[in-house]
């Protein structure tokens, strides 16, 4: 074959397989990327211009602050305006003027010395501070003005205005460099224009005609249609990513979820409306976003493992949303784990109670610490930390009320649905209790072992203890032909023929099922009473046969159908089943007596290859095995022997004694014809 053709096989293998996973996987992409793209879209598609009125209102969907280049420029322009050009005084140039004038007001011998001296004085005080192109005609007026207010006659005054006009020239000089410096000094001393906008502020209502500065914050928080298709390619990038991830870690670590199509449908819808949750919670406040729906309902009905992952995906999605910022991946990451922490294990609804108001106070503090970091009003801080609070609360509520809905639509248990089956006044517990009381109890000592074997190996111990009431609950159907109910009758099966007997007994296990499905009972408890027998050989029947039709008896048509035990639980249910029913039967128990037994029981099964399918390692076999001897120590311990004269109680002692005695007879007789 060639690597084309292992290519395209190792896909279609793969589309056999998990078919329902990637078609779930699929729309779980197509959700993310769908609110994630509406949210930015619905701003980001349609470009907007000065003049135009506004199709929405837009609220900025996180704090900024944006430097108005334009008007920033403009302010600078008009200080530098306000600057008047500099201009110098030119010492040489009023030097040469004031020789010139002296000499020309000498020469003119009409005037008076005193008028001489004092046009000349007043020229020179004018050139002393200076005189300008465009002032000097006004300059020489008034000097002419000055010298006829002293009786300086006509003639004289137009000869005077013919000598200033000739020499006079201005003495005062642009001085560029030195205005251009003070303009740029007026220009530094302009602060740039800065607008602060803070999320949730409305930046433009619905209908108002946009202005220049209103399209410069829609363009600096990325409001405007520019850059929208890379924007939508980044959201199904991401989309993309977090779709993959989710797929990697399932597969890595919970295979066989990727076939169950309660949680596949549970996983797909639980996010989904988280992330549509989101899109609509976000406008109003981040801090409502309920990813602590996420933490709790994950942490209870699959496990906190992939509680914490899928918390930590919604997240990071949920921060997407444009006005979301950190509030999303703060709720995660505190609230989230904190609530995690209070459910796991969870045995009553008190622990909502504790999830929630824990949850509360980690929103609420970490959302106050960001708003501190980020100098948010006093209101906004408020508000976050309210609405954070409100979330905790409001998230356990909300799990603790629809879990039972959800556990029922999308056939998947709680550990508070298994301690509702560990109600003895469970309908089909009270059945076993009244129409089977041997199985029951003998459920029940198969309880208490599986118990405490699946807490040394790391399994699910109220799994094992509720699968261990069950297993045996297809006997109710036929109860008279199991020895442990035959009270004072005659055994059935030795009256029929061996393969009669293998058939009814066998079939306790196909009647347990349609039991189990007919009361609603959860897929692994089903799997536990499928499984609890494996491909075990009833070897008393088989011996019988043996005996009536000589060897020539197939071993294999008598085995239970199957399957074999799949998961821990299922396993250590196997084990106790045995171990139970062979300990029983035991005389004279002792602490070295019961561990043989035990351990005899587990090789035998191992040998069998019982256990193949199961991920139960010989570490944990071996754990099985001390967990079992200590149970059973305790089952068996030796009696107290009362002193003579208590004849009361030595006489409740001693029936006791012959009851158990009876019990024994009864258990060997029911273990030989079940076995």
């Known amino acids: 074959m060639t690597s084309k053709k292992k290519g395209a096989s190792k896909w279609a293998l793969l589309w056999k397989e998990k078919r329902h996973a990637i078609l779930m996987l699929i729309a779980f992409w197509g959700i993310t990327f769908f609110t994630l793209s509406w949210d930015w879209v619905s701003v980001l598609g349609i470009p907007l211009r000065v003049g135009e ?212 449908l549970f996983l797909l819808t639980s996010s989904s409306a988280i992330l549509l949750a989101g899109k609509f919670l976000t406008s109003v406040s981040p801090a409502l976003v309920p990813i602590g729906i996420i933490s709790l309902s994950y942490a209870i009905l699959v496990n906190p493992r992939f509680s914490i992952f899928m918390t930590m995906v919604m997240a990071f999605a949920l921060s997407f949303f444009r006005e979301a910022g950190l509030t999303p991946l703060a709720l995660g990451l505190f609230g989230g784990l904190i609530g995690i922490k209070y459910v796991r294990n969870i045995r009553h609804r008190g622990a909502f109670i504790r999830a929630g108001t824990f949850m509360s106070l980690a929103n609420s503090v970490s959302l106050a610490a960001i708003g501190l970091f980020l100098n948010s009003s006093f209101r906004e801080l408020f508000l976050n930390v309210f609405y954070g609070f409100l979330n905790g609360v409001g998230s356990s509520i909300l799990v603790m009320g629809v879990l039972p809905y959800v556990e029922n639509f999308f056939d998947i248990f709680s550990p508070l649905r298994l301690l509702e089956l560990a109600d003895p006044s469970h309908p089909l517990l009270r059945r076993l209790q009244v129409e089977a009381p041997g199985t029951y109890h003998h459920s029940l000592l198969v309880a208490n072992l599986a118990e405490a074997a699946a807490e040394v190996v790391g399994a699910d111990p109220l799994l094992a203890r509720v699968g261990s009431y069950y297993h045996d609950i297809g006997k109710i159907r036929r109860p008279h032909l199991f020895v442990e109910n035959q009270i004072d009758q005659d055994n059935y099966h030795e009256r029929i023929t061996p393969n009669l007997s293998l058939l009814v007994i066998i079939s306790h296990v196909k009647d347990g099922i349609e039991l189990a499905k007919e009361y609603r009972l959860p897929q692994p408890i089903i799997d536990i009473i499928a499984q609890h027998h494996g491909t075990t050989i009833v070897s008393y029947f088989y011996h019988r046969a043996k005996e009536e039709r000589g060897e020539d008896v197939d071993p294999d048509d008598f085995r239970y159908p199957g399957p074999k035990p799949q998961s821990k639980e299922a396993a250590i249910v196997m084990l106790a089943d045995s171990v139970e029913a062979s300990a029983r039967l035991m005389k004279e128990p002792n602490s070295s007596k019961i561990e043989s037994l035990v351990r005899e029981i587990v090789r035998a099964k191992v040998e069998d290859s019982q256990l193949s399918e199961s991920p139960l390692s010989f570490e944990d076999l071996e754990k099985i095995v001390r967990a079992f001897t200590k149970v059973l120590r305790g089952m068996y311990h030796s009696r107290i022997e009362y002193p003579e004269g208590g004849k009361d109680v030595e006489g409740a002692n001693k029936r006791s004694k012959e009851a158990i005695k009876e019990g024994k007879a009864k258990s060997e007789r029911g273990e030989r014809d079940s076995s």
């Open 53 to 264: 009125k506004a199709p929405y209102d837009i609220v900025a969907p996180q704090d900024a602050e944006i430097l108005d280049r334009e008007a920033t420029e403009r302010l600078k322009k008009e200080a530098a305006s306000r600057i008047k050009k500099v201009f110098v005084i030119d010492e040489d140039i009023t030097r040469e003027v004031l020789q010139r004038l002296s000499s020309k007001l000498s020469s003119l011998k009409d005037l008076l010395p005193e008028q001489k001296d004092y046009i000349f004085k007043l020229v020179k005080k004018g050139f002393k501070d200076g005189v300008s192109a465009e002032e000097l005609s006004s300059f020489v007026d008034r000097v002419l003005k000055s010298a006829s207010e002293l009786a300086v006659p006509s003639p004289i005054i137009a000869k005077l205005k013919e000598i200033l006009l000739r020499n006079l020239k201005p003495n005062l000089r642009f001085d560029e460099k030195e205005t251009e410096r003070q303009r740029r000094l007026a220009m530094k001393e302009i602060k740039p224009v800065v607008i602060k906008v803070q999320r949730g502020e409305l930046i433009v209502r619905k209908g108002e005609k946009l202005k220049r500065e209103h399209l410069l914050i829609l363009k600096s928080l990325g409001l405007l249609g520019e850059g929208l298709l890379f924007k939508v390619l980044a959201i199904a990038v991401l989309s993309v990513l977090l779709v993959w991830i989710s797929f990697v870690y399932i597969d890595e670590w919970y295979t066989d979820k990727l076939k169950d199509n309660g949680f596949l």
